[in-house]
């Protein structure tokens, strides 16, 4: 009886010391989300970098299988205008209620539900992904450097989702309807 009590303890202790889980802190400021934003009958759009304001990703026997990051909505920058005027004026529009009305809905985030790899660095994520208090779930394709320690992807959302449903009255200067992001989160150890 005592031996079995013994191979029972070993047993349990092996299975846990084998399943270990750590988390891990993103660096903000080695971190980048850039965003796009097309028109929908003609070529071109704008583009620029919102802040992750925190995070960090969950790694599960060396792998990771989790995490969350939160983006300060009210850092929004545009890129591409160089005319300062017409910039904030950009700025201003989507900062306001006809995009992320960043006075009442100043953070969303992302939280990783669900990771399933197609090899060690390639990985399929799910996600629910917070936009103006409306959470919702996502997809996407992402892939971790081990030794440049990031985790990067692409995807696009519908803006209607998240009632980001500002319509422009002129054809001309529609916007489409997928907003896209480009995401690198920098790892502060791996």
């Known amino acids: 009886m005592k031996k079995q009590v013994v191979l029972i303890v070993f047993t349990i202790g092996l299975c846990l010391s084998s399943y270990s889980q750590e988390k891990i802190n993103i660096s903000t400021e080695k971190s980048e989300l850039k965003w796009f934003g097309e028109y929908a009958f003609y070529f071109g759009g704008h583009d620029g970098i919102i802040n992750i304001s925190e995070g960090h990703l969950i790694r599960t ?45 100043s953070k969303a985030k992302l939280v990783i539900t669900r990771v399933e790899y197609h090899d060690d660095t390639h990985m399929k994520v799910y996600a629910d992904l917070t936009i103006k208090e409306i959470t919702l779930p996502i997809d996407f394709q992402a892939e971790v450097n081990y030794e440049t320690q990031q985790m990067t992807t692409k995807f696009k959302i519908d803006r209607q989702r998240w009632k980001i449903d500002y319509n422009s009255k002129l054809r001309d200067s529609a916007i489409a309807d997928g907003i896209g992001f480009e995401i690198t989160l920098s790892i502060k150890a791996l």
């Open 61 to 105: 026997d060396n792998l990771i299988s989790g995490g969350e990051f939160t983006v300060d909505m009210r850092s929004i920058i545009c890129n591409d205008i160089e005319d300062e005027e017409a910039n904030a004026g950009l700025i201003d529009h989507l900062k306001n209620e006809d995009f992320f009305a960043v006075d009442h809905f």
